[in-house]
């Protein structure tokens, strides 16, 4: 009987990690060397408004109460975040990396395929940043669409708005703010628009990125920051 509740227990447990994959991109790993929460963020990062239900989102409802609880679960050492984003809310997109680099857990992300707009400062809010060789990321001054004012009030509200990224990306990475400023304004990149793109190796060598590699380079340095976490803690 004792082992027939044990396999309904297991089962069950891995009914709900299935379920919380599927809801929410998350899932928890446990191994020898620590617990790992894995936090996905793809597709279109979602703010205030809905998107359609054929894009695929990330909700910012849903991942704030997980970070929340990574850095409170005791059970849990650190977070790898993987990253194939277009982008997205503005608002919701600095809400996200400001309450990852905020985070005294350890934490690495992984742009795979594209860390695009807003998704570049999700990408360098981590403690340690890797990028796929073949992803690449977007970097464009902020967008708007819908109705505006066209007084110079509102063109000098959305330039403070992209100020506060480029302070975050620039505390957050090793890229000067001239440089950021330079790829922000750059006309040649793209045919419709003013920006730079990034690929994999352009990324580590401006700065923004600190490594080009893939998930087990990931984890291995997400598993080694754990590690110096307990040693300082244990010096303590």
Request: proline share 3%; with cysteine.
């Amino acid at each position: 009987m004792k082992n027939s509740n044990d396999e309904n227990q297991n089962q069950n447990n891995t009914n709900e990690k299935a379920e919380e994959i599927k809801d929410f991109g998350s899932s928890v790993i446990k191994t020898k060397r620590g617990c790992i929460h894995c936090l996905t963020i793809i597709g279109q990062i979602e703010g205030h408004m809905l998107l359609p239900p054929q894009n695929k989102s990330t909700k910012y409802e849903h991942i704030l109460p997980q970070l929340v609880n990574v850095e409170e679960n005791d059970e849990i050492d650190g977070m790898l975040i993987l990253l194939n984003t277009v982008g997205g809310d503005v608002e919701a997109g600095l809400a996200i990396a400001e309450m990852i680099s905020t985070m005294k857990k350890p934490t690495v992300s992984l742009v795979l395929g594209g860390g695009h707009s807003i998704g570049v400062p999700l990408a360098v809010s981590s403690d340690y940043s890797f990028i796929a060789r073949s992803a690449t990321m977007t970097v464009h001054p902020i967008r708007t669409n819908g109705l505006i004012i066209g007084v110079p009030q509102t063109f000098e509200y959305l330039w403070k708005i992209q100020e506060r990224i480029t302070d975050f990306v620039v505390r957050n990475s090793s890229l000067e703010k001239q440089d950021f400023m330079d790829m922000l304004l750059n006309t040649d990149d793209l045919a419709n628009d003013i920006g730079t793109v990034l690929f994999g190796k352009d990324a580590v060598e401006c700065g923004l990125i600190n490594e080009i590699g893939g998930l087990c380079d990931a984890t291995e340095k997400l598993y080694q920051l754990i590690e110096e976490k307990r040693m300082s803690k244990s010096d303590e």
